[in-house]
């Protein structure tokens, strides 16, 4: 798999372009992570207030079962401090159910805000990388050989601007047609640059 062209200012475009690429999901990652955190602490009230609640309740129980041991009026007195045990459970629940609540927000916030800019870059970067790794790499299989060079000649003659053409030969289809082995190998050098290969790695005529 042929992942860099052969010619160096292309090649160091796609590096750069690579680099910047992996330098803005890192970036974008981390900015969610930090939306992800930010969001979190608004949880801090509601996990006190889930805690304290809980706290208060155990101890009106427990008040309220001690009281329970007083002969004859001892269900009565624990009765108003189960009552207020059960309020501060329900106040202890709404804490748990704000603090999942504010995770789930924080999660949904920290991915929207890292993989939103992220999949933007992504639809244009990694289908251009792809093409070009695509391109290359069966490219790079068919000039092992003097008679591959005829295949990207008629490519050439097929997909090169005809001013491009004209400075090869006056000719070129006539000449190619005549296995002209110099047009033959221009015409495949136009060819083989624009998938990135350079053409000083063709064979010899």
Same mark, same amino acid.
Request: negative net charge; without cysteine; hydrophobic residues 55%.
């Given at each position: 798999m042929k992942l860099f062209a052969d010619t160096p200012v292309r090649r160091t475009l796609q590096v750069l372009a690579d680099l910047l690429f992996v330098a803005w999901l890192v970036l974008w990652v981390w900015i969610g992570m930090a939306v992800h955190d930010a969001t979190m602490e608004l949880a801090g009230p509601a996990r006190q207030t889930d805690s304290a609640a809980t706290s208060? @309740?155990?101890?009106?129980? /427990?008040?309220?079962g001690k009281l329970g041991e007083a002969p004859l009026v001892g269900d009565e007195l624990s009765v108003p401090f189960d009552k207020a045990a059960d309020a501060s459970d329900g106040i202890a629940s709404a804490g748990r159910d704000t603090v999942t609540a504010v995770e789930r927000l924080a999660l949904l916030l920290g991915l929207s805000v890292a993989l939103i800019p992220i999949l933007v870059v992504a639809v244009i970067h990694l289908p251009l990388r792809w093409r070009f790794i695509r391109e290359a790499t069966a490219g790079a299989r068919f000039i092992d050989a003097q008679e591959?060079? /005829?295949?990207? @000649?008629?490519?050439?003659?097929?997909?090169?601007?005809?001013?491009?053409?004209a400075r090869v030969s006056d000719d070129p289809a006539g000449a190619w047609r005549a296995r002209d082995p110099e047009v033959v190998r221009r015409l495949a050098a136009l060819e083989l640059a624009d998938v990135g290969l350079r053409p000083r790695k063709m064979p010899a005529a």
């Open positions: 208060m @309740a155990e101890q009106l129980r /427990d008040a309220g591959d060079l /005829d295949l990207f @000649a008629l490519r050439a003659l097929a997909n090169q601007p005809m001013r491009v053409l």
